[in-house]
């Protein structure tokens, strides 16, 4: 029954859309309304051969309704077995953003639908039957020849209204496609990191649809935007209407300010002035009379011209003061340039940074020589990495505060977690599935997390060391018969029901207790042998923002560590889209510290759930200093954050160089 279909998975999409964004209208809410004639094609769970597939999937539907969300477009999603069952209705535009297993009976109710005027933007997977319907085809698979090959889309039409001049994307392999009919063509091509054409298409159109050679990754949102706005406005005119409106009314939200008179007076406060004030306000005058006259297109880039002139004065606008800590996190223990920690020590030190957080060891690899973890591909492609970002970071004055993952093992070589699998050192939860995480509680573990820690203090000249995923994975882990022994043992009682008696039984929380201890005896055990192996050490944590719900979940009790001395500092993973959220986790964290060590907020600009822009980082970073925090962390230092977010903080907030707070004046 379509229409039944059709209502039920309209609901869900509402409950879905409404679950994931903040209940603060702060300004950057998705507001509540109907699907706009758009609707996103997710692939069917049963046709997924992998789990990293459906996670793929998710991923990137998540992403495009969240940019879209922000151009005014409210997609409605549906699966592939609803198009046979016809879940298009009187839908304008279909996006397949990742359709690996597209089944020819879609592809033929796809192209049905373009027969009757409907469009199709394909990224990625082209079935050979939607490619005839849309004009391109010939289509083949393409691995980068080496690393960033595909790192830039340049486009090229002048009929399409909108389109920006490039958008970055580091893409590692794409799908080549030619155009084949109806009036197809290239208004894109590839280009590498180094600003070399590649020749490969980057984006076809033609009079059915779009074509784009990879998914749509996270990075350059601001051009992802661009792209979006102008391709839906060219294949489906009307929607321009409600995109151009909702750039007009979102052109003075900058930073943490919610209006343009907000901006106004933010900026006649700043010593910078306000330089572009008076174009800004014309440009928006502009964009209002355009909006009225119907000129969309012209409204949308009107507008945008406006909120980039707004942002400049802002970025400019922020105090930098002499003392704060201002640290970056780098996920891949890399820097921003795989093989040359001189230039990302550069980058930080020009803009302002003075603390780093690499993260160069997890619960089995290393990125250096380690005598207890494998190394990683990455240590020998490139060397040594703690030593030669030790090296660059004294050169720029930088800390260098080591990042560890602690019991994850992501990434381990396959040798190394047989042999921890054997040994009984891995978790297992309630239900006896096991997971690539070592078990706190393993005598074993214990040590290998302490003594992979205490190597890093001995053999480099490091400022500090910082635990992550200091805890347990949720609350349904670890329950493996090593667990069950030592906590009879340690108890001096038995358990009669494992793990039901523990789980959620009359032992819940001694046992919840005892699962605190584990974790809190490393961090315990770190902390007092690291400053005895170096002096000044400096220990500190990524932890969970929400307190106590941490600590009962996942054993994290972080406010005990600091109330105990183990912390120097502290740094709660603080990711919020709304500002009302983030400065609700800021100053509950700074009740819980109660001024003992610095709180530097994490904010998530590139963080799993978040994608902030630079201004919305900078306005992160002023109500942190609002709040009286003494500095700020932010996720993640990569290519992408160093091209936008580093300069960002560096024209204002960081412009002024700093001493870190936690460091002795």
């Given at each position: 029954m379509?229409?039944?279909?059709?209502?039920?998975?309209?609901?869900?999409t509402l409950?879905?859309l409404?679950?994931s964004?903040?209940?603060?209208?702060?300004?950057y809410?998705v507001?509540?309304?109907?699907?706009q004639?758009?609707?996103?094609?997710?692939?069917?769970?049963?046709a997924?051969?992998q789990?990293?597939?459906?996670?793929?999937?998710?991923?990137t539907t998540?992403?495009?309704?969240?940019l879209?969300?922000e151009?005014?477009v409210?997609?409605e999603?549906?699966d592939?077995p609803?198009l046979?069952?016809?879940?298009?209705?009187?839908?304008?535009?279909?996006?397949l953003p990742?359709?690996p297993?597209?089944?020819?009976?879609?592809a033929?109710?796809?192209a049905?639908?373009?027969?009757?005027?409907?469009?199709?933007l394909?990224?990625?997977?082209l079935?050979?039957?939607?490619g005839?319907?849309?004009?391109?085809?010939?289509?083949?698979?393409?691995?980068q020849?080496?690393?960033?090959?595909?790192?830039e889309?340049?486009?090229?039409a002048a009929?399409?209204?909108g389109l920006?001049?490039?958008?970055h994307q580091?893409?590692?392999?794409i799908t080549?496609?030619?155009?084949?009919?109806?009036?197809?063509?290239?208004?894109?091509?590839?280009?590498?990191?180094?600003?070399?054409?590649?020749?490969?298409?980057?984006?076809?159109?033609?009079?059915?649809?779009?074509?784009?050679?990879?998914?749509?990754?996270r990075?350059?949102?601001?051009?992802k935007?661009?792209?979006l706005a102008?391709?839906?406005?060219h294949?489906?005119?009307?929607l321009?209407?409600?995109?151009?409106?909702?750039?007009?009314?979102?052109?003075g939200?900058?930073?943490?300010?919610r209006s343009?008179?907000?901006?106004?007076?933010?900026l006649?406060?700043?010593?910078?002035?306000?330089?572009?004030i008076?174009?800004?306000?014309?440009?928006l005058e502009?964009?209002?009379q355009q909006?009225?006259?119907?000129?969309?297109?012209?409204?949308?880039e009107?507008?945008?011209?406006?909120?980039?002139?707004?942002?400049?004065s802002?970025?400019?606008?922020a105090?930098?003061?002499f003392?704060?800590?201002?640290?970056v996190?780098n996920h891949?223990?890399l820097?921003?340039y795989?093989?040359?920690?001189?230039?990302?020590?550069?980058l930080?030190g020009e803009?302002g940074f003075?603390?780093?957080?690499?993260?160069?060891l997890?619960?089995g690899?290393?990125?250096y020589?380690?005598?207890?973890l494998?190394?990683?591909?990455?240590l020998?492609r490139?060397?040594d990495?703690?030593?030669?970002?030790?090296?660059?970071a004294?050169k720029?004055?930088?800390e260098?505060?080591v990042?560890?993952v602690?019991?994850n093992?992501?990434?381990?070589?396959?040798?190394?977690?047989e042999?921890v699998?054997?040994e009984g050192?891995?978790?297992?939860?309630?239900?006896?599935?096991?997971?690539?995480?070592?078990?706190p509680?393993h005598?074993?573990n214990?040590?290998?997390e302490?003594?992979?820690?205490?190597?890093?203090?001995?053999?480099?000249?490091?400022?500090?060391?910082?635990f992550d995923?200091?805890?347990?994975?949720?609350?349904?882990?670890?329950?493996c018969?090593?667990?069950?022994?030592?906590?009879?043992?340690?108890s001096?009682?038995p358990?009669?029901d494992?793990?039901?008696?523990?789980?959620?039984?009359a032992?819940?929380?001694?046992?919840?207790?005892?699962?605190?201890r584990?974790?809190?005896l490393?961090?315990?055990a770190v902390?007092?042998?690291a400053?005895?192996?170096?002096?000044g050490l400096k220990?500190s944590?990524?932890?969970?923002?929400?307190?106590?719900?941490?600590?009962e979940?996942?054993?994290?009790?972080?406010?005990?560590w600091?109330?105990?001395?183990?912390?120097?500092?502290?740094?709660?993973?603080?990711?919020?889209?709304s500002?009302q959220?983030?400065?609700s986790?800021?100053?509950?964290?700074?009740?819980l510290?109660?001024?003992?060590?610095?709180?530097?907020?994490?904010?998530?600009a590139?963080?799993?759930?978040?994608?902030?822009?630079?201004d919305?980082v900078?306005?992160?970073?002023?109500?942190?200093?609002?709040l009286?925090?003494?500095?700020?962390t932010i996720?993640?230092?990569?290519a992408?954050?160093?091209?936008?977010?580093?300069?960002?903080v560096?024209?204002?907030?960081?412009?002024?160089?700093?001493?870190?707070?936690h460091?002795?004046?």
């Amino acid at each position: 029954m379509p229409s039944l279909r059709r209502l039920y998975v309209s609901c869900l999409t509402l409950l879905i859309l409404l679950a994931s964004r903040p209940l603060v209208d702060d300004g950057y809410c998705v507001p509540a309304g109907s699907a706009q004639g758009v609707v996103i094609v997710t692939p069917a769970k049963a046709a997924l051969r992998q789990k990293s597939e459906a996670k793929l999937a998710r991923e990137t539907t998540q992403t495009l309704t969240t940019l879209l969300a922000e151009l005014g477009v409210v997609a409605e999603t549906i699966d592939e077995p609803a198009l046979a069952d016809g879940g298009l209705g009187q839908c304008r535009v279909v996006i397949l953003p990742y359709n690996p297993t597209l089944r020819n009976e879609h592809a033929a109710a796809l192209a049905k639908f373009v027969e009757s005027g409907g469009k199709v933007l394909a990224c990625y997977q082209l079935n050979p039957q939607l490619g005839e319907a849309l004009g391109f085809g010939h289509a083949k698979y393409m691995h980068q020849a080496y690393r960033g090959q595909f790192a830039e889309m340049r486009f090229d039409a002048a009929d399409i209204r909108g389109l920006p001049k490039s958008v970055h994307q580091k893409s590692w392999n794409i799908t080549v496609a030619e155009p084949t009919g109806h009036h197809a063509g290239v208004i894109g091509r590839w280009f590498d990191d180094a600003g070399r054409a590649t020749e490969y298409p980057a984006l076809l159109a033609s009079d059915h649809g779009a074509f784009l050679s990879h998914i749509v990754l996270r990075d350059d949102r601001e051009g992802k935007k661009r792209l979006l706005a102008a391709l839906l406005g060219h294949l489906a005119p009307p929607l321009w209407k409600p995109i151009a409106q909702k750039e007009l009314e979102q052109a003075g939200r900058v930073g943490h300010c919610r209006s343009e008179e907000e901006v106004a007076a933010y900026l006649k406060k700043a010593a910078s002035g306000a330089p572009h004030i008076a174009r800004a306000r014309q440009m928006l005058e502009r964009a209002r009379q355009q909006f009225a006259q119907g000129d969309y297109g012209e409204t949308f880039e009107s507008s945008q011209t406006a909120h980039e002139l707004l942002v400049q004065s802002y970025l400019r606008a922020a105090d930098s003061p002499f003392r704060e800590t201002r640290a970056v996190w780098n996920h891949s223990g890399l820097g921003a340039y795989p093989g040359d920690w001189e230039r990302s020590m550069k980058l930080l030190g020009e803009n302002g940074f003075n603390v780093v957080l690499p993260n160069m060891l997890w619960g089995g690899l290393a990125h250096y020589p380690s005598d207890l973890l494998p190394p990683s591909p990455a240590l020998r492609r490139y060397g040594d990495q703690l030593e030669q970002c030790c090296r660059a970071a004294k050169k720029y004055g930088i800390e260098v505060h080591v990042w560890k993952v602690n019991y994850n093992l992501y990434g381990a070589p396959r040798a190394f977690l047989e042999k921890v699998c054997r040994e009984g050192r891995t978790q297992l939860n309630a239900e006896g599935q096991p997971s690539d995480w070592l078990c706190p509680s393993h005598p074993e573990n214990q040590k290998l997390e302490l003594e992979s820690m205490l190597e890093v203090a001995r053999k480099y000249p490091v400022d500090g060391l910082h635990f992550d995923y200091i805890r347990y994975p949720d609350g349904a882990h670890c329950y493996c018969d090593g667990c069950r022994r030592r906590f009879e043992t340690q108890s001096g009682r038995p358990v009669s029901d494992w793990p039901k008696e523990c789980l959620s039984g009359a032992r819940k929380e001694e046992y919840r207790e005892w699962r605190r201890r584990q974790i809190t005896l490393l961090v315990a055990a770190v902390s007092r042998q690291a400053r005895k192996i170096r002096p000044g050490l400096k220990l500190s944590a990524a932890v969970f923002g929400r307190y106590p719900d941490c600590r009962e979940a996942v054993a994290q009790d972080w406010p005990k560590w600091v109330k105990a001395g183990y912390l120097d500092f502290v740094c709660p993973m603080d990711y919020a889209t709304s500002d009302q959220e983030f400065i609700s986790l800021v100053r509950n964290q700074r009740k819980l510290i109660e001024g003992r060590v610095p709180l530097y907020p994490g904010i998530g600009a590139t963080a799993s759930n978040t994608l902030l822009a630079p201004d919305r980082v900078v306005g992160q970073i002023v109500h942190a200093r609002a709040l009286g925090a003494a500095g700020f962390t932010i996720f993640n230092f990569d290519a992408d954050t160093a091209a936008s977010i580093v300069p960002a903080v560096g024209c204002g907030a960081g412009v002024r160089h700093a001493v870190p707070t936690h460091k002795s004046p």
